[in-house]
């Protein structure tokens, strides 16, 4: 059976609705359009293919993929930018949040290799000292509890031969 082709428009306007952000599920379309699910699928593949960051999730974005995406809309105009993030796939507003990291990331203050570590040697110093006052604590709780029981069982040893 030879192949069915299918008008340039229909699928441009097909690749649209299959590509995120607001990607369709290819059965309800294949339903609507009488496309077959295959061919479908074989589109959204193809699509996703050429454009290779629009089938990632944006939590998914590694971080040499956001700082090109700033790079890329950074001369856009606002249309510009809300058409390249609907190809891409992701949201106007995660595109300004990473504007802002690359904005902000010198600007992170770093301490001292030394310092840290002299702070790390002291707080383990300490953690270490505090340790030993609590086991010191928890033989001074247990022997107070040792003497507390033979208080009573004396007093009552006392008691009984009173009687």
Request: charged share 35%; aromatic share 6%; hydrophobic share 30%.
């Amino acid at each position: 059976m030879p192949r069915k082709v299918y008008p340039k428009k229909l699928k441009e306007s097909i690749f649209k609705r299959l590509t995120p952000p607001n990607a369709e599920k290819v059965p309800a379309l294949a339903k609507e359009t009488n496309i077959p699910k295959g061919t479908l699928y074989r589109w959204r593949t193809k699509v996703l293919e050429n454009n290779p960051t629009s089938n990632k999730k944006s939590g998914k974005w590694s971080s040499s993929d956001k700082f090109q995406a700033v790079l890329e809309t950074a001369s856009l105009s606002e249309l510009e930018t809300a058409k390249y993030c609907r190809e891409k796939g992701i949201h106007v507003e995660e595109l300004k949040s990473w504007i802002k990291q690359c904005q902000n990331a010198n600007e992170i203050k770093y301490e001292d290799p030394k310092k840290l570590k002299n702070n790390l040697k002291k707080e383990q110093k300490k953690a270490k000292e505090l340790k030993k006052e609590l086991r010191e604590k928890e033989k001074a709780l247990a022997e107070t509890a040792a003497l507390l029981v033979l208080r009573k069982k004396a007093r009552a040893i006392v008691c009984h031969e009173s009687i």
